[in-house]
């Protein structure tokens, strides 16, 4: 059962791990934050001190987790390797390229196969992310992918 303190209130992207990014990337970012902040499920394994802020950054090709509570009082920090996500992260970045590009020109058939199979790639993206998780985090798949979502703009821009 799901308590209204395990969430989220606040997500931030370290800016020294990011830059600016296109504006389909940036877009991205502010929806899948929105999203986040709108409708997540997270929960700290051994921790009853929620709400959450989180901020994201890479740090020497590791993925870091600052968690706190509302008031800013450091909860705890979970650092991931980036290695299980290279792949997926890769072919995900391949699929959003041509899927942007297509929307400008392709036909809408075209359009749908291609974003059919970048749903795909991001939904594979999300149960690795959620399995890396396990024991530290406990996200439902709809936060897993949008922090799934944040983590590729992390890692384009980092």
């Known amino acids: 059962m799901t308590r209204r303190s395990d969430r989220l209130v606040s997500v931030d992207l370290d800016e020294s791990s990011i830059g600016r990014g ?14 986040l902040l709108e409708e997540n499920s ?11 802020r989180l901020t994201l950054s890479i740090r020497e090709k590791r993925l870091v987790f600052d968690i706190r509570n509302e008031g800013e009082a450091p909860v705890v920090t979970h ?21 942007y590009q297509m929307i400008r020109t392709a036909s809408p058939s ?3 196969a291609v974003d ?22 406990e996200v439902d798949f709809d936060t897993a992918r949008r922090l799934f979502t944040l983590i590729c703009v992390l890692h384009w821009k980092g």
């Open 42 to 52: 997270f929960a700290l394994a051994g921790h009853d001190s929620g709400p959450y």
């Open 79 to 99: 650092i991931l390797s980036l290695t299980p996500f290279r792949r997926i992260v890769r072919d995900y970045f391949l699929v959003c390229e041509s899927y």
């Open 110 to 112: 075209r359009i749908e």
């Open 116 to 137: 059919m199979g970048r749903r795909g790639i991001h939904n594979e993206g999300s149960r690795i992310l959620a399995e890396r998780l396990e024991g530290k985090i």
């Open 22 to 35: 296109s504006p389909d990337i940036e877009h991205e970012r502010a929806v899948a934050i929105y999203d």
